[in-house]
Each structure stands twice: as structure tokens, then as C-alpha cells.
């Protein structure tokens, strides 16, 4: 099903026009889809290559000039309404420059201090931070997917986006997306504190419906890998084609005994220092990236078990989104499917993120009829697993996760409604303006 609908777009435009007091027609919307990441999972911090692909969910932002600096803001989500002026300077909360070596002490903010309006004070604050002066403000009305909890799919860069082309396009600011890219890692990286790399914002604004998103981290060349015709033209050969499960596990908050995602980007920088150390490159900033699989190779015996796991996932994750480029571009599902699901095991064994219930949930996508392959999206702590299963068994392979994974988590596959516990998706698109 095409996304969003007409009946979405126009009851955006009509609460925007109530808010602002002009009429539908004057009222443009911002589509930003949530993505999943099949292969290149937890590399992108270390300027790895990594595969995207954006799917037909995500953020829906209404918005109109405001007629002056004002921006008033309210959500679908949540309570309340944000207001603030674009003449305000907004100051950053932590800051992380690109080359930082990250601490794993130093945790960003703790979730109570995120109400929901940060995300626009940081698109203005990534402008105004890179030299952009902004006159205009917006009237506004945001909203996710209905019923969908988008822990791991990149909710927070779709938003981020989201605020970004508004905020341009109201103050008639012409920005290309890999300038975009760069303004939304801005917001999650100085603004908020965060530490992740650029996988999600890159995904958001260069895919392409149906093509695999192919991005280097390092240097952020990248390309769109077409499938065959037959994948492409889904409608005319359904029983050829594909469609992305979405299987949800009622675990919405990071769990607290695990060390979390900080200290992996910490771990991965260490392993990078005794690499390039032991192969007389000190001097060279301490990514994975920077290392040569050769070096990596014949040094990786002087890395502590526990680094030692976190450069094997990165060496073999960046082996395995290269042949998964090959897969895609031949249209061998299975081939790629297969490599997904490695994919998610070496996350799993080798990175240490994820939590039970969504070990759990990976095994039993993995069982279940018509699924090519399958892992959890994003960092593992809370949200999802993703899957690529064939289109003609789709619908039985959301049953199959709807009856069995509530007899493994039942407290937690309580906490999810019938109808959005699984769902059944299609390829997107990048991030427009209607």
C-alpha cells in the first residue's frame, strides 16, 4: 500500500490549517520513511559500509511560514504544544565532533530530559551552527505511523529530517542530502549528545522504492543497487517479489543491565588503537576503517577478547554487506536472506547487543515459513526484528510470529496490540515534500 495515503495527507493539512488559520491548500507535508538496515549493522561509527532501505512507514510533518519567527509545534504523540523563536541561539548539549574518541562513561541524556520539541531545536541549531540565518518559522503538526512503536527503525533521524526540510523550505534554503546527512548527524551528535555514525539519516534521504541504499562511512560515497526487473515490478510477478516483516517485542525500554551502546563504539575505537599501534600507524585516528583487513588479519591476536569480537564483527559485516551488494543486484533472495541472518548472529555473538526477548523473536523469524532471512533492527536493546520473507507466504509467516512468540515472552507480547504486532511492509522511498 502507497505511503501515506490521500486520506493521511488531507487530514494533516486540515488540522495544520485549523492550527494556522489558512486553508488546506496552502499546507505542504513532510514525508520521512523509518528505515531497516538488513546488512552493515554497527559499523557505520566506525566508517564501515553498510545497506539500507527505507520502508512505507514513518513521520508525517504538516507545517505552513508561520509569518515570523515564531515556530509552534504539536504532536499526534504527544501532549502539549512547543514554541520557540528561530532568532533564539540554541546551544548544544554535548558535543562530539567527528574525530572524538568516545568515552564510554559519558552517557547522553537520560530520556527525561527529551521532550518532544528537541528534535526541532536541534534541526535550528544544526542550521544556525553550519551558517545558515533563518527569518521564518513554522506552524506545525507532527505524527508517527499509527500503532507503531519505532524503536529501532530510525525514528529519531526521521524526525530530525523532518524539522530540517521545514525548516529550509519555509525560509527558502536550498540544501542537498548529503548536506542534510550532515546537518541531522549534527543534531544527534553535538546537539543531543548521541553517538551513533550515519547510517539512518543516509538511508532516509537517498533511497530509492526498491533499490538497496549502499553507503561507505568513511568517505560517504554512495550508490543505489537496482534489483532485477522482476523484483522492481512486484505487481505484475508478486509471486517473484518480496515483503519486509516488522515483528515487534513489548520491550520499549533499553534493558539496564546491559553496558548499552556507548561502550561498543568505545570498544571498537580501542580495538582500532592496539591495531593500528601494533602496525607502527599510532598516529592514525583510531576507526576500524582506518585498518587494513590485512593488518586487522595479522594482528588480531593482540586484541582482548572482548575487542577482539567487536573488530571480527566489523571486518566480517563489511565482507558480508559486499556480497549481499552482489545478492541484491541478481535478485538471489535466499543468498541475501542468508547473509542477513548472519548478519544479525554476529551482533548477537560477536558485537553483544540485543536482549533476550529479541533473541528470541530473531529465532523464531527464523522459523518461520517463506522468511529468507531475518535480525533485529537497530541496536538491539528494545523495538524489532526485521525479515525478508517471500511476498506469497507473508501473511502466513505474520501468523506463525503472532501464535509463537507470545508462548516464549507472554508478559511482553502482552503489551503489544494484535494488529501491530507483526506487520507486513513494503519498500519506501526517500524523505519529500508534498
Known sequence: MSWPTQDELHEIRKIVSEMAGKGTEDV?????????????AHVDHQGGIISAMTINKGILLGFVPSGSTEVALRSGQFKGEVRFRVNENHKSRQT???GEEINADKSPPSPDEFEWGIYARGALYALQ????????????????????DSSGLSSSAAVGIAYLLALETANGLTVSPTENIEYDR??????????????DQSAILLSSHGCLTYMNCKTTEHKLIRPPKFLEDQEAEPQKGYKILLAFSGLRQALTNNPGYNSRVA??????????????????????????PEVYEAHKFKLEPNLAKRAEHYFSENMRVRKGLEAWASGDLRAFGELMTASGLSSIKNYECGCEPLFQLYEVLLRAPGVFGAR?????????????????????AAKFVRVEYPKLQPVFASQLSHGTAVLICEAGDCARIF
Not at 129 to 148: D, F, K, P, T, V
Open 28 to 40: 505542504r507535508v513532510v514525508v520521512s520513511p523509518y528505515r531497516i538496515c538488513p546488512l552493515g
Open 96 to 98: 562530539i565532533s567527528k
Open 129 to 148: 551552527s553550519r551558517g545558515n540565518h533563518l527569518a521564518q518559522g513554522i506552524i506545525g503538526y507532527i505524527c508517527g505511523s499509527e500503532g507503531l
Open 186 to 199: 549534527v543534531i544527534e551528535n553535538e546537539y543531543l549528545g548521541l553517538r551513533n555514525g550515519i547510517l
Open 267 to 292: 570498544e571498537c575505537q580501542e580495538a582500532a588503537k592496539v591495531l593500528l599501534n601494533a602496525s607502527g600507524n599510532k598516529e592514525v585516528e583510531p576507526f576500524l576503517c582506518n585498518v587494513k
Open 376 to 396: 533485529f533492527s537497530g541496536a538491539g536493546f528494545r523495538g524489532c526484528c526485521v525479515a525478508l520473507v517471500d511476498a506469497a507466504r507473508a501473511t502466513e
